[in-house]
């Protein structure tokens, strides 16, 4: 079809068609192809989503420089369409991908972009999550603390629970605040479901700040609670 009728409404869907069908396949060679093919086109929908899918397979295959390169370049020509924030994630998590701390403070910032300028989308969450994580990565846990306090205003109901209020405690940990990082690990603890494989490791991270902090009590406590 996409070669008898290229000019028909219907070429640029059966072109995405087959090229998601290669890269299902496994036959991201092929895959690649077809979706450079739709870059390059007028469409500029249709290339937004093809720069996300050509991002993820590189990404897939460790080539986080060469997705920091599409999506650059499509963002420098513009963005159109639902994949346009997902693209700007690719960007973010090539980045993040990246060896230097240069590279992940660009994944933060960027991360924290998305969050901040489009807070209702799906993947708001997730990116401002990351951008909480790469912040304590990269020593700035009062930043960190900031971020996970704003995630936890916005997404109540998350699912990142857990490793949230973790990103909490240990910031106030590291901001040697610890009653608060007390409190944050006591918290994490009492939200944590008993087979949790980390929840002893973290009855123990909220006993030592207890402790550290010169609450003997709590820390007994802490202990005695969770045997």
Do not use: C
């Amino acid at each position: 079809m996409i070669a008898d009728y290229p000019d028909s409404s219907l070429a640029q869907p059966a072109q995405l068609a087959k090229a998601q069908s290669f890269s299902r396949a496994g036959k991201t060679d092929l895959a690649e192809i077809e979706f450079e093919i739709i870059r390059q086109g007028d469409d500029l929908s249709a290339s937004t989503e093809a720069v996300h899918w050509l991002a993820r397979i590189k990404l897939s295959q460790g080539k986080n420089d060469e997705a920091v390169a599409i999506t650059s370049a499509q963002i420098a020509e513009g963005l159109e369409g639902e994949f346009s924030i997902p693209v700007r994630l690719d960007l973010a998590d090539a980045m993040a991908a990246g060896k230097t701390s240069e590279d992940k403070t660009k994944a933060k910032e960027q991360y924290y972009a998305i969050y901040n300028e489009s807070a209702n989308h799906p993947l708001a969450p997730r990116s401002l999550f990351n951008a909480a994580v790469l912040s304590l990565q990269l020593a700035n846990p009062r930043e960190a603390l900031s971020y996970s306090d704003q995630f936890l205003e916005a997404f109540p109901s998350t699912n990142l629970l857990l490793e949230i209020t973790y990103i909490k405690a240990e910031s106030h940990n590291q901001l040697d605040e610890l009653e608060l990082a007390s409190a944050a690990f006591s918290q994490l603890v009492s939200i944590t479901p008993a087979d949790h494989p980390q929840k002893s490791e973290w009855i123990l991270r909220a006993a030592n700040t207890w402790n550290s902090a010169g609450k003997a009590d709590k820390t007994i406590a802490m202990l005695a609670g969770n045997p």
